[in-house]
């Protein structure tokens, strides 16, 4: 692998792949006559060092990815970076990581037994970040980490990959704002994630997200095929700070609310 580029390839690739609405909605824009750029991906991980997120990071390290900021969700019990590189036309990246020593022991030695499934040669590749789940996982763990955590039980089915791309509103050319994006993906029949409102953040906030919430597709686990909801895809306007250079943050308040986009709903 030569760079970040053929990374970003590869990851969008994985994740388009895996989930119907990303294409969908990449190709709806581009009907409209749209560019499509990206604002940013996030990748999920647990904190164990083998596999954490500045373990993760080195395989964006090594093509000039460079950590910025840093968040913690209490909460939810994770904790998050993002990194930046100079090529303005390559995303962000948002890596977080579950902090399991806050978990039940069952939890903890779950996924010390998948991550012990990690082989050297999987580490090995340039293409760890979207090698998928490199570890075996009934259905019934699935279930039994998901009610700890939304994000462990997610982890867990999914492993290493994009869980979304984020189209950036600003580089539109059909459209300027978050209400109409949410607007034009209701009418395609996408539901919204709702959770602390459709749009996420203000612009006195400096970022504006609102996501879809995630496809469900059909998962092989060892004691069968289920289908759970998988990945998403967000939404991202940015605005300029005060010295006019356009704010490449995160908002943890809302990235709070943006994780929801994976859980299983309740109705
Ligand atoms: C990441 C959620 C946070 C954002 O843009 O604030 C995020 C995740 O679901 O793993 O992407
Ligand atoms: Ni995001």
Redesign the pocket.
């Known amino acids: 692998m030569r760079d970040a580029h053929e990374l970003l390839a590869k990851l969008w690739e994985n994740y388009s792949n895996l989930i119907p609405q990303a294409k969908e909605i990449h190709g709806l824009l581009e009907a409209r006559g749209d560019k499509v750029a990206n ?2 991906i ?3 991980t647990y904190n164990d060092p083998r596999i954490g997120v500045e373990s993760l990071a080195k395989y964006f390290e090594r093509f000039g990815y460079k950590a910025c900021g840093e968040y913690e969700f209490k909460a939810k019990k994770l904790r ?1 970076k993002h990194f930046e590189h100079e090529d303005p036309d390559l995303p962000l990246v ?1 890596i ?1 990581e579950l902090k399991t020593e806050e978990f039940s022991d069952e939890l903890q030695s779950a996924v010390k037994g998948f991550v012990d499934q990690i082989k050297d040669e999987d580490y090995a590749r340039d293409d760890f970040p979207c090698i998928g789940r490199p570890w075996d996982v009934s259905h019934e763990t699935y279930l039994k980490l998901a009610d700890e955590s939304e ?1 462990a039980g ?1 982890m867990a089915a999914f492993g290493f990959r994009a ?2 791309f ?1 189209v950036y509103i600003n580089a539109l050319s059909s459209m300027k704002s978050l209400e109409e994006m949410n607007q034009f993906l209701k009418d395609n029949g996408y539901p919204l994630n709702t959770s602390g409102g459709e749009i ?1 953040g203000t612009p006195e906030m400096l ?1 504006e ?1 609102s ?1 879809t919430l995630a496809d469900k597709v059909e998962i092989p686990f060892t004691d069968g095929k289920f289908v759970i909801p998988s990945c ?1 895809y ?1 939404f ?1 306007r940015r605005y300029p700070k005060p010295n006019g250079e356009i704010f490449t943050g ?3 308040q ?3 609310k ?5 859980d299983r709903q309740k109705a």
């Open positions: 604002d940013h996030a990748l999920r998050a948002f977080s994000y997610w869980n979304h984020t996420k970022l997200q996501s998403y967000e991202a995160f908002v943890a809302s990235a709070d943006i994780f929801e986009s994976t």
